[in-house]
């Protein structure tokens, strides 16, 4: 069966620091992955996704995430975080076909020290 | 970038009562919606699929008799929490697939929080 897993329930940074958010996931095949963020009061918003190809994958807000298949691996970085990127932060999987489901991991509620 | 809206976005209801949650497209035509639901500072919890214009496909465990839902049409899908008791208390969000947009994409509104006293 599907599963995401991101280990880090919570994770404080200083502001200007480099942040990386970890997820793991298990599936029979390559799935489609992403990773959005949730603050309070707004939807959730996708910061990037990775479908095929390159596998290194650039977001907005700065954010990048590389895909590695022997790690089953799909880890989120930011060289240097704002104040403004304190949120909730969910990885998830799509299986392939067009169902268009998609597993969330656990969260991790990233909290940056000013 | 395409919008979800929710309404409302908090409800408080007494146990027993019905409560309806609208989920709209606003600038797009979403043929597929999903229902999800989020517990305090957990993941997010696929309910069930919403195709326009045929009956949702629900998850294994969620209840369809308690979680009525329906897709009228490409814009708009609503979720019925039927005779609602404090264990459905939850943060309840949608999100609508764009029929024109990439693989596996999908938009989310912004939650409805439903307290049931």
């Known amino acids: 069966a599907q599963s995401v897993t991101q280990p880090d329930i919570h994770i404080t940074v200083s502001e200007g620091a480099s942040l990386e958010l970890r997820c793991n996931y298990s599936?029979?095949?390559?799935?489609?992955l992403f990773w959005y963020v949730q603050s309070p009061g707004q939807g959730l918003q996708l910061l990037l996704k990775?479908?095929?190809?390159?596998?290194l994958v650039q977001g907005i807000k700065g954010f990048e995430a590389e895909f590695k298949r022997s790690q089953s691996s799909f880890n989120l970085r930011k060289p240097s975080v704002h104040w403004s990127d304190a949120a909730e932060y969910f990885c998830a999987v799509g299986a392939r076909g067009n169902t268009g489901k998609l597993i969330f991991g656990q969260g991790t509620t990233l909290q940056v020290k000013p | 970038g395409a919008v979800v809206s929710q309404h409302p976005s908090r409800v408080i209801c007494k146990s027993g009562t019905s409560v309806k949650i609208e989920c709209r497209s606003l600038d797009f035509q979403a043929t597929t919606m999903f229902w999800y639901r989020q517990f305090p500072k957990k993941s997010l919890m696929l309910m069930a699929t919403?195709?326009?214009?045929?009956?949702?496909?629900?998850e294994q465990g969620v209840e369809k008799d308690k979680f009525l839902i329906n897709h009228a049409s490409l814009t708009l899908s609503t979720l019925t929490v039927t005779s609602a008791h404090p264990e459905d208390s939850s943060f309840y969000i949608c999100s609508a697939r764009d029929r024109l947009a990439g693989v596996g994409e999908q938009f989310f509104g912004p939650g409805t929080r439903l307290t049931v006293l």
């Open positions: 599936y029979g095949a390559t799935p489609y």
């Open positions: 990775y479908f095929s190809g390159d596998t």
């Open positions: 919403s195709n326009e214009g045929s009956k949702a496909t629900y």
